[in-house]
């Protein structure tokens, strides 16, 4: 059984029956039919259907917007964002899908070659709940505009989403099971998302989650040779250089960290601060995180909605009271407050040394640490410091600058003057322990794709 609890009030939204494995094995043979169908279809018949999912999701943004802050905290108009941004990459990929896939002319001394772009078949997503329409259609707007099908085995604390976003593509005119959802019981979840992963049907898989989740579900990927795309944790670094706009940098900082109460992978969760701007830089940051609305995430006023899970929530409280043992020092928040759900309020350490907890894992919710550099050089060293490198952001009024330390930096993507966020047009992912592969863009679509060679002699 799977039971859904809203954060907020501890209660319970819904309960779910899992699917047994009789009921998951019909699941993937009518994907793997559906996806026979599907591949046959031209690129202008996918737009068709594309295009009419990114109208379905505007047109009931308010009921999903509402459904994702119930199940998950998530502040309403950030859900909302969310809901939007799921109907843009629609958008954007019933656009361009066409021409990122077209044939390639290649001259082999005379003879003509070419390159084709051909659909594998159906993809498993294990999809996170923290972005739980978002993650979804990053990963399949791309996937099925290749002409691929689409399982997902989503979080179960988001079944409700899980099940209204399988709704939106039924609506939407694709092909009867050619998106799929598989409800799978928290307590048998490894063995049979093995199990699914080693099924004829399924040619490759999309994980976005914990680095420990994409360690075991690339292991068995890798058993299988079957291939995968990782977007894993992230710790990142946000650099603030001494010339820089302070009050921007605040800004895009705190922005950062308390996007989702700071339950992103892409969220800034180290503050490398310059010598001569930190005692300033931290005070903005203490007076303004201090002064953040923690509650009910329905309420327009509020700007921290709680940690999605109890489990969750201890665990960063945990890894806050460690690192605070170990000698850190909290300059606000770093106490559960005494009130219903699972919140945690804004907080802020410094003292942060490296083997502390909030030094070297990824801390998901809305912890900050500031660290202290005294040239761009330590500020790089300290940065690359971490088994993680998805995100990164540099503060500086020189650009040239700016761009040296960001070519310097571990990760998958870096943002200059402005917070880590995924774009369509942008590819998205990560080095290191945060992943490999990337969604998005051209480079995310042909991710899941034959990359053939023809040979026309």
Not at 258 to 268: E, R
């Amino acid at each position: 059984m799977i039971v859904t609890i809203n954060p907020a009030t501890e209660e319970k939204i819904a309960s779910y029956s899992a699917m047994s494995a009789g009921e998951i094995e019909l699941v993937l043979e009518a994907a793997g039919r559906a996806a026979g169908h599907w591949r046959t279809f031209s690129f202008a018949e996918r737009k068709v259907c594309m295009q009419r999912l990114g109208v379905l999701l505007r047109e009931g943004k308010d009921e999903y917007a509402a459904l994702i802050t119930k199940e998950m905290g998530k502040p309403l108009g950030q859900a909302s964002a969310e809901v939007e941004k799921s109907a843009w990459v629609c958008d954007y990929y019933a656009e361009h899908a066409a021409s990122f896939l077209q044939p390639e002319e290649v001259d082999v001394d005379g003879i003509q070659g070419l390159v084709t772009f051909d659909p594998l078949g159906v993809i498993l997503g294990v999809m996170p709940w923290n972005f739980p329409f978002w993650q979804v259609f990053r990963f399949a707007a791309g996937v099925m505009m290749a002409g691929n099908g689409i399982v997902v085995k989503h979080a179960p604390n988001v079944t409700g989403s899980a099940i209204a976003i399988e709704t939106l593509f039924r609506e939407a005119g694709f092909p009867e099971d050619l998106y799929r959802t598989l409800h799978v019981d928290l307590e048998e979840v490894d063995e049979m998302v093995g199990k699914i992963i080693a099924h004829p049907v399924i040619r490759a898989v999309s994980v976005t989650g914990s680095t420990g989740a994409g360690i075991a579900v690339a292991s068995k990927a890798g058993s299988a040779l079957k291939r995968s795309v990782l977007e894993l944790g992230g710790n990142d670094p946000y650099i603030v250089l001494d010339d820089a706009d302070l009050t921007q940098a605040v800004d895009h900082c705190i922005a950062a960290r308390l996007l989702n109460a700071g339950q992103s992978c892409i969220a800034a969760k180290r503050f490398i601060v310059h010598t001569s701007v930190r005692d300033e830089f931290l005070a903005m940051l203490v007076e303004r995180m201090s002064r953040k609305v923690m509650g009910d995430p329905f309420d327009p006023s509020v700007d921290l909605g709680p940690v999605a899970r109890l489990d969750l929530r201890d665990q960063l409280h945990m890894q806050v009271e460690q690192s605070r043992k170990e000698g850190a020092t909290i300059l606000c928040g770093g106490e559960i407050p005494d009130m219903k759900g699972y919140y945690y309020p804004a907080t802020v350490m410094t003292d942060v040394r490296p083997g502390m907890a909030v030094y070297q894992e990824e801390t998901f919710g809305p912890v900050a640490t500031v660290l202290e550099a005294s040239n761009d050089a330590e500020a790089v060293r300290i940065a690359n410091d971490s088994p993680y490198g998805l995100g990164s952001a540099v503060f500086s009024a020189d650009q040239a600058r700016a761009r040296s330390i960001a070519l310097q930096l571990e990760a998958g993507n870096c943002f200059i003057n402005s917070m880590v966020k995924s774009d369509p047009r942008l590819p998205f992912g990560g080095v290191k322990q945060s992943g490999y592969g990337r969604e998005l863009s051209m480079y995310g679509i042909r991710e899941f794709v034959n990359v053939k060679t023809l040979y026309l002699g």
